[in-house]
């Protein structure tokens, strides 16, 4: 079983907006900190965005900066990226993922536990 499950992916235009969520399915676990990545095709996954439960620090990647935004609930381990001003760029699969170790650097992939199953965002100009 998918220990995260993201949802609100799906077709948008270019200057459009959408907001994914994430959540946690059927396991339980704390975490310290969420994350966003995305992958598009024929790329490496990449960092988007991280929070860190205990001070609220959010973090984002310099493309994304100023056009989304994370937030969520750390004792539901849940968390939800507002995505604003898409570009065809933005056109990845978007996975979320979970910190369980308190890794001092959220934006390296291998510093999470936890992974979604991905969800699809095509960006259309």
């Known amino acids: 079983q998918v220990p995260l499950v993201e949802s609100g992916g799906g077709l948008v235009q270019a200057g459009g907006s959408l907001r994914l969520s994430c959540a946690a399915s059927?396991?339980?676990?704390?975490?310290?900190?969420m994350g966003w990545f995305r992958q598009a095709p024929g790329k490496e996954r990449e960092f988007v965005a991280a929070?860190?439960?205990?001070?609220?620090?959010?973090y984002y990647a310099d493309s994304v900066k100023g056009r989304f935004t994370i937030s969520g609930d750390g004792p539901r381990n849940a968390v939800y990226l507002q995505m604003n001003l898409l570009k065809p760029v933005d056109t990845a699969v978007y996975y979320c993922?979970?910190?369980?170790?308190?890794?001092?650097?959220?934006?390296?992939?291998?510093?999470?536990?936890?992974w979604g199953q991905g969800a699809q965002v095509p960006v259309v100009s």
């Open positions: 993922a979970a910190d369980l170790q308190a890794s001092s650097i959220l934006k390296f992939h291998t510093n999470y536990d936890l």
């Open positions: 059927g396991r339980t676990f704390s975490s310290y900190g």
């Open positions: 929070i860190r439960w205990s001070v609220g620090s959010t």
